[in-house]
């Protein structure tokens, strides 16, 4: 997987990190894998870098479209696992980065909301590189970018 892009969520709501993986479709969409890691926010840095890279290492493209039931099962579950209601609380109690990697190279970008019902954006001037990281690299970096992002409030 060289040279296709690989793509992870880390989010931070409450006291735990939720990482979900992300894979290119064969229509072309971005969509969120059925499984998903939640690791406490006090997961050493070296672990949390370890996870997200297996997370990226799940993300593979093309894979076949899921049904609209199969997404919303999927995120229902996750919603679940953090004790939320519905996407609009989950979006204003979270904090969340994304992590791509192409190659060797990864890609962190802090995130901010516009609002609740408006998901995630990337946040200008909030990306940083890292060319072959060792774990506590990538958790560093995931950490580092969390610090920069911002809540729908």
């Known amino acids: 997987m060289t040279g296709s892009k690989q793509s992870v969520s ?36 070296a672990s949390l870098g370890e996870a997200v890279t297996r997370a990226l290492d799940a993300s593979h493209s093309p894979k076949p479209h899921p049904t609209n039931d199969e ?12 004790g939320v209601r519905s996407t609009p609380e ?13 190659g ?18 990337p946040k200008s001037d909030a990306t940083t590189e890292r060319t072959s990281p060792a774990a506590e690299e990538v958790g560093q970096a995931v950490f580092e970018s969390l610090a920069q992002t911002t809540r729908a409030g």
Do not use: C, H
């Not at 997404?71 to 953090?82: E, G």
């Not at 989950?90 to 192409?102: D, I, K, L, M, Y």
């Open 71 to 82: 997404m919303m099962a999927s995120w229902r579950k996750v919603l679940r696992r953090v």
């Open 10 to 45: 880390v989010y931070e709501i409450d006291e735990v990190l939720v990482i979900l993986t992300f894979s290119r479709t064969d229509v072309g969409v971005w969509v969120m894998d059925p499984d998903f890691d939640v690791v406490p926010i006090s997961t050493p840095t």
């Open 90 to 102: 989950f979006n204003r109690r979270a904090r969340v980065v994304e992590v791509s990697r192409r």
């Open 104 to 121: 060797e190279v990864y890609s962190f970008v802090a995130q901010e909301s516009p609002g609740p019902r408006r998901g995630f954006v």
